[in-house]
């Protein structure tokens, strides 16, 4: 079940999930995890996880390798990596 609040950040926007519609199949958690990264805050693996339930790090992975997205780093600390994924 995929929730949003203050601990996941903001639902993707409309704008956002169609994008990542073409990254991952419509309407499944997998698309989700992607626009989330995607949004202009980007997201970390914890907030991915409270959201959707599961960190989708292959899915994320393996559009990197494909280079299909590429990843730009927002912020790093002890307690998360927040990162934003930008389609190429």
Known sequence: ???????????PSKTILKEAQ?????DTSTQMAIAMAMRPNGATQTEIVKALGHPHRNKIKHLLDTKKVKMQLLSENT????????RR
């Not at 079940?1 to 639902?11: L, S």
């Not at 073409?22 to 419509?26: D, G, I, N, T, W």
């Not at 307690?79 to 930008?86: D, F, M, Y």
Request: aromatic letters at 4%; a positive charge.
């Open 1 to 11: 079940m995929m929730t949003f609040n203050k601990e996941t950040g903001p639902k």
């Open 22 to 26: 073409h990254l991952a199949r419509p």
């Open 79 to 86: 307690r998360a990596t927040r990162i934003k994924l930008i």
